[in-house]
């Protein structure tokens, strides 16, 4: 059972909510939401705005709220089978809701400027959260019909969600990582596509987080001779062998093989002691979302030039003609590139970037293929 509020609003000549026509179709407009009212609307004073709060003796209510600039938001909402979109009184479907909606337009006549409604109700309470964002904060409801896996590790909350359309979909703190679906984003970043713009064979490879294991799954398919991989949470590895198992294969069944070794492990940790041994890689691979990095806690004794402190120290990590390869963000975080850009060159460096539509993302993703000049 499922709490289902179905959001519409209305624009209306501003003077229409003061004066007697509305007052006298207010009822109206709860029973058309409703069904039979429990009791007369209830009217509240909002600051200059009013706020009319109906219930339904179905145990449903609904709420109007006038602004003085003639917008009037109605929220209605039931409880009842929420896949079903079922109440006492019957269902709220798209076509319910429209049939709703043109109701309430009829009901205050020639003064609606211009309507308009969510046609799916927002559903709460039940045993899967649908919703997420999208990089810019648009809201998106993804088909999520169960939780195939949560747990709690020391670092993160660690989801695995099972989409109708998609397969599983890695979320970690509710943010998407990876689903079964989204072979586009790994060949995208690692160049594996076609055409294939990459050659991985013979070449030294250190990953930075990758725990879904696609990223490792693909390089090793490449023959390469030897491949590193930092991921700090142990239990996203474990989650996903289980979960993911058609995005990482068994590579990530041991942790250690012929030309790959997985290292538990602060990826930055492991930068820093790279960097002291004077290791270098051919590629540095970035899965990580990028975060700060207190460079007093892990004792670098130089000033950083940007705050973008995983892809500086990846680029002091690559042999000559090394690239790093890095995830960057949704296409839609517009603020996010042009800082990105700068760091870059600031750094020596030149990039390329690729855009490519993730579908478990629901969104267009770019990203990064960055070199030093």
């Keep these: 059972m499922t709490a289902n509020t179905i959001m519409m609003c209305f ?3 501003p003077s229409y909510v003061s004066g007697p026509e509305f007052q ?34 179905s145990g449903s209510h609904a709420v109007l709220r006038t602004y003085t600039t003639g917008l009037l938001t109605f929220d209605v909402q039931h409880f009842g089978e929420g896949d079903e979109y079922e109440w006492n009184n019957g269902k709220y479907d798209m076509e319910a809701i429209k049939k709703l909606k043109k109701n309430i337009e009829d009901l205050f006549g020639s003064a609606v400027e211009n309507a308009n409604s969510l046609y799916a109700p927002i559903r709460r309470g039940g045993q899967v959260w649908t919703y997420g964002i999208t990089a810019d904060e648009r809201l998106m409801e993804p088909d999520y019909d169960k939780v195939s896996f949560e747990t709690n590790s020391p670092w993160q909350n660690i989801k695995i ?65 030897f491949v590193t991989m930092a991921e700090i949470d142990e239990e996203v590895i474990k989650a996903c062998r289980v979960h993911m198992r058609s995005v990482c294969g068994d590579s990530m069944d ?15 940790k492991v930068m820093k002691e790279d960097l002291e041994q004077g290791k270098k890689y051919d590629f540095v691979i970035n899965d990580l979302t990028e975060f700060p990095v207190d460079k007093e ?19 002091q990590l690559l042999k000559p003609q090394g690239k790093v390869l890095a995830r960057g963000n949704s296409k839609s975080a517009v603020d996010y590139y042009p800082l990105v850009d700068e760091d870059i060159i600031k750094l020596g460096g030149q990039f390329k970037r690729r855009d490519a539509y993730v579908p478990s993302f629901r969104e267009t993703y770019c990203l990064y293929e960055i070199w030093k000049v």
């Design 161 to 225: 969600m099972h989409s109708r359309e998609l397969g599983n979909v890695l979320l970690l703190d509710d943010d998407i990582m990876l689903g079964e679906s989204d072979l586009i984003y790994t060949q995208t970043l690692l160049g594996l596509g076609n055409p294939k713009r990459e050659n991985y064979k013979g070449k030294e490879i250190l990953i930075l987080g990758g725990g879904d294991g696609g990223i490792l799954h693909e390089l090793l398919k490449e023959n390469p001779k």
């Design 254 to 268: 041991k942790f250690e093989g012929n030309n790959y070794k997985i290292i538990i492990e602060d990826c930055i």
């Design 11 to 13: 624009k209306v000549a």
């Design 24 to 57: 006298a179709r207010l009822k109206k407009a709860g029973e058309l939401a409703l069904g039979e009212l429990s009791s007369e609307p209830r009217q509240l004073e909002v600051a200059k705005d009013k706020l009319f709060i109906f219930t339904g003796t």
């Design 297 to 315: 806690n892990y004792g670098f004794a130089y000033d950083f030039k940007t705050t973008h402190l995983v892809m500086e120290l990846a680029l």
